[in-house]
């Protein structure tokens, strides 16, 4: 990666055939080092979408990766509540997949909607009940501004 970057004439935030930046893969696959030594420069978008609107942070908190969650949240320039086109932010998908540490770091920011719903009006919680995340639900009603009797589109509701 140094070498590369290195030359000099290479584009760190070059698109690849699907529109996705090494920035995107490195984030997706929670390899830390390389989001470092990607967001050290000052050429890289951190938060700039895929063609479905999915951003690195995205991505790194739907996969559980909480060491690249938190290096994208150390920038101003990282929006932690972006949802994608199906409505789906970081926190739900955190919820969703039962990733507790990510939940956690997620709901540590005053920017991040905890029952903000996705295109279908499912909740983070709705998610993280309807796939058995015991741990997930209790962060999110530890909160205690967490709505847990919110109906999705279809009135069902977490419980």
């Known amino acids: 990666m140094k070498i590369l970057l290195g030359r000099g004439d290479v584009n760190p935030d070059n698109l690849d055939v699907d529109g996705l930046t090494p920035l ?37 908190a739907k996969n559980g990766h909480a060491g690249v969650v938190k290096i994208l949240l150390r920038r101003g320039d990282v929006s932690p509540d972006k949802p994608s086109r199906s409505g789906e932010t970081p926190l739900w998908w955190a919820a969703k997949n039962g990733h507790e540490g990510v939940v956690k770091i997620l709901l540590r920011r005053d920017d991040v909607n905890p029952n903000k719903p996705n295109n279908h009006g499912r909740t983070p919680l709705w998610c993280a009940a309807n ?14 501004d967490v709505n847990p009797d919110e109906q999705d589109q279809f009135g069902k509701t977490p419980l």
């Not at 984030?27 to 690195?56: C, F």
């Not at 058995?132 to 009603?141: D, F, Q, S, T």
Request: a positive charge.
């Open 24 to 60: 995107w893969w490195a984030a997706k696959n929670g390899h830390e080092g390389v989001v470092k030594i990607l967001l050290g420069r000052g050429d890289v978008n951190p938060d700039n979408p895929d063609k479905h609107g999915q951003t690195t942070l995205w991505w790194a």
């Open 131 to 144: 796939n058995g995340h015991e741990g997930v639900v209790k962060i999110l009603l530890g909160r205690g």
